[in-house]
């Protein structure tokens, strides 16, 4: 069977805020979009279009930007910081695809998911060989506590959406809890990412552990700004299934401010609203004056989380790198200023 992928292997360019950022390592972020591409040639030919397909759509590669960046920030990017980026991002992906079956999402970065156009059969399949695949070549690096980080922030992602699933239309998720999970499925993979870009750069541990919470924090707030998306954005200029959050029960922060400024009947009409997962209806609720700043709130959690990721990273050598870290937290900062009414 042949498979048509579409724009698959244009680069990514993001647009907005995100551009200026990118641009200090446009090359490099140029080669890790070659080597992920090159990825699906590890596949048996017969299913390569699948896996180009799988890997090649246009994401802002956050991940790989984080890891190159904090490598830059305290030495040089060599290939291994290259090598990172793409393992980083592959590991990502396969979670991308695990979401969308759960989801059952129908649109990913402005073309059909894998589940909708091949099944969920062939997608979980293709989840799985992405992790392996990442996996495996993390196995490359010579230092095992590479390696080994990897494999522990790939666990970490897994158990966050493990625990996000049981806690599926859960009423009595805490914000704590919300902020654990986000922090576990999203956080992980950006702080592993700053963590070895440290290493690969022979940082000392405390600028190695600087970095890691400084993706820990930015991570965990890109998270919420998604969280805002899902409910308060638009299909036209995201280019995904929105409300597939709530309408699989995934209680996202905007949703739990709502909920805890209710109480009486009123907690008790909104409390049936999420249980019936009617996503249209909340998302009014959360833009009119009924909604008592729970969109507000949501994005000063975020913001909030910004400027420690930013205080994490002062004391960093001063270079365009360490400079393009502050500005990914501003220009994540921007991103969610969009969603103030």
């Not at 397909?53 to 060599?78: D, E, H, N, Q, W």
Request: glycine share 10%; with cysteine.
């Amino acid at each position: 069977m042949e498979v048509t992928v579409p724009s698959a292997f244009a680069p990514t360019v993001p647009n907005g805020p995100l551009s200026r950022v990118t641009e200090v390592v446009r090359r490099e972020l140029d080669d890790v979009e070659s080597r992920i591409i090159a990825q699906a040639s590890s596949f048996d030919p017969a299913v390569e279009g699948y896996v180009s397909y799988a890997i090649g759509g246009r994401g802002k590669r956050l991940r790989p930007l984080v890891a190159l960046l904090s490598g830059g920030a305290v030495g040089a990017i060599t290939s291994q910081h290259v090598d990172l980026a793409v393992i980083v991002e592959l590991i990502h992906v396969a979670t991308l695809v695990h979401d969308d079956i759960v989801d059952e999402a129908e649109w990913r970065r402005a073309q059909p998911t894998l589940n909708a156009r091949w099944g969920n059969s062939l997608s979980v399949l293709l989840g799985d060989w992405l992790f392996a695949h990442a996996l495996n070549l993390s196995a490359g690096f010579e230092q095992v506590e590479v390696s080994r980080a990897i494999a522990r922030a790939a666990r970490e992602v897994c158990t966050g959406e493990i625990i996000q699933t049981q806690r599926r239309f859960d009423l009595h998720l805490g914000i704590d809890d919300y902020l654990r999970i986000i922090g576990m499925k999203t956080g992980s993979l950006f702080a592993v990412a700053g963590e070895l870009g440290g290493v690969l750069s022979k940082a000392d541990s405390a600028t190695q552990n600087s970095l890691k919470v400084f993706g820990q924090k930015i991570g965990t707030a890109y998270q919420i700004y998604d969280d805002c998306i899902d409910i308060a954005g638009t299909e036209r200029l995201t280019g995904k299934t929105l409300g597939s959050d709530l309408k699989k029960g995934k209680l996202t922060l905007p949703v739990l401010m709502l909920l805890g400024g209710r109480n009486g009947s009123d907690k008790e009409h909104l409390s049936q609203l999420i249980l019936d997962a009617r996503f249209e209806e909340i998302a009014q609720l959360l833009g009119s004056s009924q909604a008592n700043g729970a969109l507000s709130a949501s994005i000063e959690a975020g913001q909030n989380l910004i400027s420690e990721a930013q205080a994490e990273i002062e004391n960093l050598p001063s270079n365009p790198y360490t400079g393009a870290l502050v500005g990914l937290g501003d220009a994540f900062r921007e991103m969610l200023e969009q969603f103030r009414s």
